[in-house]
């Protein structure tokens, strides 16, 4: 169980956070010689990385654009003398993949993971009122025992190469915002909050609450709403506050209350936390998806974070532009595939009134280089009978714990993707994720749905995981991978065909498509259409659109992909894959305006 506070910094009346974003001292590490040489006391000859960014694309040489192994951060930072008697702690949005950290020269935090935070107490290693030094050791290599999946080889001149076993460009750096933190002693370490709304026939709803403290002074909560007001209050670390006539958070039709939770003595506030949360409910209601009770369709995309030049880096000025073009398109959902993302885009589609089902980075876990052409064609492996698998299940379970512990309280996120495309075929897998679901399970105080997304092997009669699911999530590529180009015409009869048989179980649960797509350049037109061109796109979501209306318990599609996104190198990669509906900038492909139509009207 998680017990790291890892909520997300904020400034008020008892805590400070200083954004320590710009730009850091850099080094590649090729030798991994660093320790030894004691750069966590001094980094020498460091050349500049901004921070947050992928540093991949900023370099002209393919050795540091495609560097594998261990690279070096660092910078200074000023700790306020007033800051004494306080708890002090640096956080990170994530480092990719894994990372130790110093504070002027000892080791302060060490994490495993590229795409959660953590945050490292410097309260002793800290100098107050002079420059401290702050230096991250971080590593982006890849194995078969941990998430994502991949390898690493070495090649005969000592160069790493790291190869993953999944269709992204392996982006690595510090991606996220750093902040350096001050906190009271006594402090609000986490909460959750879950909600029952329509009370007494009406539009009360109830908000139970947990506070979680690290001392023993009583817990004060409150509600406010946009305007301000105070609508609920409470007493204690654990209860229930009614709102009277509740604004209910909507899909793409926000409303955002403010939860604060206070730890007081007397008259005195010793700590405070603020959030934007909003009311709702989430259900599977036989094979409808519903939020406040009501069935949802899903519209919209599987996305990356991907961008020109910042790689995997946030901007707020990407984000802001990727949800206006999905609210374009009349979208009202993403799947964070493959990762969790930057709590940022949760934040801003809390806002947005998006649904969000949050991936946990277990991609990969089918042991071959172009796994997405062999998953799309249903090529079947074993992968869950390796020696490595406890330790592999260790750490994916450690993430889904992350994972929840961070996104549990905003009302975007719907459900829990654990894994995304793995081998679902043999006993061992069953047994793996078994464990996997049980243990994600016990986390979430609003027990959403639990899912993850299905390659073809995942098939009605061959999968053995579909049942650990409260929904069911398919990727498929029929019209592409398979019954491509000549062959289009049999791609309907088979997509057909394979629901047909899942509708012959009859599960009684919904099923959303997390990914159908075809790679689509946005130079090319032809009549008649031919793979890769955009009349093709438009074709098969079409024929694709026309099997799912004939489904009811089809309840989702979800694109793949929002946008072209970057790869590894390829014969099936024209400099990344190119299922964009826009472009890698973000202007529309044909596609994009076939699917605006849709949705205006789905
Ligand atoms: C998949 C993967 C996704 C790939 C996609 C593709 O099945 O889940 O990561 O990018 O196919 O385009 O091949």
Redesign the pocket.
């Known amino acids: 169980m998680l017990t790291e506070s890892v909520l997300y910094p904020i400034n008020n009346e008892t805590r400070q956070s200083l954004l320590l974003d710009g730009l850091w001292n850099f080094r590649f590490d090729p030798k991994d010689e660093g320790v030894i040489q004691g750069w966590n006391n001094r980094l020498p000859a460091p050349i500049s990385m901004p921070v947050p960014s992928s540093f991949a694309d900023f370099f002209t040489t393919k050795e540091e654009r495609d560097y594998g192994g261990t690279f070096w951060y660092e910078r200074e930072l000023f700790v306020p003398r007033e800051w004494e008697g306080s708890r002090i702690k640096v956080r990170f949005g994530s480092v990719t993949h894994r990372a130790v950290v110093y504070l002027n020269g000892v080791e302060v935090a060490s994490h495993e993971g590229g795409f959660l935070p953590f945050t490292a107490d410097v309260t002793e290693a800290a100098r107050l009122g002079e420059k401290n030094i702050l230096t991250v050791r971080a590593n982006n290599e890849l194995s078969e025992a941990a998430i994502p999946c991949g390898m690493t080889v070495t090649r005969p001149d000592g160069r790493k190469v790291v190869k993953g076993y999944?269709?992204?460009f392996n982006y690595s750096g510090i991606h996220r915002s750093v902040w350096l933190m001050r906190e009271q002693e006594e402090s609000v370490q986490d909460y959750s909050l879950s909600y029952e709304i329509g009370l007494n026939g009406g539009t009360d709803a109830a908000v139970h609450f947990q506070v979680r403290t690290n001392g023993p002074h009583p817990v004060r909560v409150t509600l406010h709403d946009e305007e301000g007001k105070e609508v609920a209050r409470g007493e204690g670390t654990d209860g229930v506050m009614t709102v009277p006539n509740a604004r209910l958070w909507q899909v793409r039709n926000a409303y955002l209350y403010t939860f604060t939770a206070e730890i007081t003595d007397g008259g005195r506030v010793i700590d405070s936390y603020s959030e934007q949360v909003g009311i709702r409910t989430v259900s599977i209601e036989g094979e409808k998806i519903c939020v406040n009770g009501k069935p949802v369709y899903l519209k919209g995309f599987?996305k990356h974070e991907d961008f020109e030049v910042l790689g995997k880096g946030f901007h707020w000025g990407v984000a802001k532009r990727d949800f206006e073009c999905m609210k374009w398109t009349n979208a009202n959902c993403f799947r964070t595939?493959?990762y969790p993302y930057a709590e940022e885009w949760y934040q801003f589609a809390d806002r947005e009134g998006f649904l969000i089902i949050d991936e946990v980075p277990a991609?990969g876990m089918l042991p071959s280089l172009m796994n997405?052409?062999d998953?799309?064609q249903g090529k079947t492996y074993s992968f869950f009978d390796r020696p490595d698998m406890p330790k592999l299940k260790q750490v994916h379970i450690a993430q889904v714990e992350e994972m929840i512990a961070r996104d549990k309280n905003h009302p975007s996120v719907f459900a829990w993707s654990l894994f995304?495309?793995p081998e679902t075929t043999s006993e061992f897998s069953k047994e793996y994720f078994t464990d996997v679901f049980d243990a994600a399970r016990k986390l979430d105080p609003q027990n959403r749905p639990l899912t993850g997304?299905l390659?073809k092997g995942g098939s009605p009669d061959g999968g053995r995981c579909h049942s650990l699911c409260d929904f069911i999530c398919l990727?498929r590529?029929y019209g592409w991978?398979i019954n491509g180009g000549v062959d289009f015409d049999d791609a309907e009869k088979e997509l057909r065909a394979e629901m047909d048989r899942w509708a012959a179980l009859k599960l009684g649960v919904p099923f959303v498509f997390t990914?159908f797509?075809a790679?689509t350049l946005a130079s090319e037109h032809k009549l008649p259409s031919v793979m890769w061109t955009q009349e093709y796109q438009n074709e098969y979501l079409e024929m694709t659109f026309r099997v799912f209306d004939s489904y009811d318990f089809i309840q989702g599609e979800l694109v793949?992909?929002f946008a072209d996104f970057q790869?590894a190198e390829g014969i099936l990669r024209v400099n990344g894959?190119k299922?964009g509906v826009f472009t890698r900038t973000r202007q529309p492909k044909d596609a994009a305006f076939l699917l605006r139509k849709r949705w205006a009207e789905k």
């Open positions: 999944f269709d992204f599987g595939s493959h991609v997405f052409v998953a799309g995304n495309e997304a390659e990727n590529y991978y990914e797509g790679d793949w992909n790869t894959n299922k």
